[in-house]
């Protein structure tokens, strides 16, 4: 499982607060929060909820903290909270309609307009794609659920991802066909970011 914070500029540092989820009655004892590249400037137990000043990162990019929480009932908490950072020039602070619009273009022609039926469509199987994606362990870090305004965060690679993949989607449920172009770059992508998702328990070696 996994929870996705609002986004944050590159430059600033912003105050961010989580909850994690308790059993009736119990309550935080005491916390560990493992950031990646970004950093935890402060942070301090507010009731249940921690809060926490993050500064950092890099404009398009997503990243993790680890947090770890320890009950008064003796149960340990673990998860993982993903950051988009986004900055000025962000090349991929792309929107809903952004994507949408990309993935309908083969069904509405280079000139043409989605019409609300089918942008309304879309944008259901967009955020089904990436909750199922979530599921099978290629989380991208975008808050869902998604709305046509909202705009997604995401390493690079990722976008033309999500993008291929939705076009994908997209012209199986019209009853066409993608270029083997498209499907081999949604394939490749969707790959790209499981990998990324794998933890790293790779150890040093030993020698005898």
């Given at each position: ?177 993608v270029a083997p172009a498209t499907a081999m770059a949604a394939a490749r992508g969707l790959q790209l970011i ?15």
């Open positions: 499982m996994a929870v996705n914070l609002s986004s944050k500029p590159a430059a600033a540092i912003q105050l961010f607060s989580w909850e994690p989820a308790l059993a009736d009655g119990d309550a935080v004892a005491s916390y560990i929060l493992t950031p990646t590249t970004v950093v935890i400037e402060d942070d301090a137990l507010n009731g249940n909820s921690i809060d926490m000043y993050i500064s950092g990162g890099v404009a398009g990019n997503v990243y993790a903290i680890a947090a770890t929480v320890e009950t008064q009932n003796g149960e340990t908490l673990k998860e993982t909270l993903y950051l988009p950072v986004y900055g000025p020039g962000n090349a991929f602070a792309n929107t809903g309609t952004d994507i949408i619009s990309f993935a309908l273009r083969p069904i509405v022609g280079i000139v043409g307009s989605p019409s609300t039926g089918e942008t309304t469509d879309a944008l259901e199987w967009l955020n089904g794609m990436l909750a199922e994606w979530k599921e099978q362990g290629a989380d991208t870090g975008v808050a869902l659920p998604l709305t046509t305004s909202s705009v997604i965060y995401s390493r690079d690679a990722w976008i033309k991802a999500i993008k291929t993949n939705l076009r994908v989607l997209v012209a199986e449920q019209y009853g066409r066909q499981k990998a990324a998702n794998l933890p790293d328990d790779r150890g040093s070696a030993d020698y005898f």
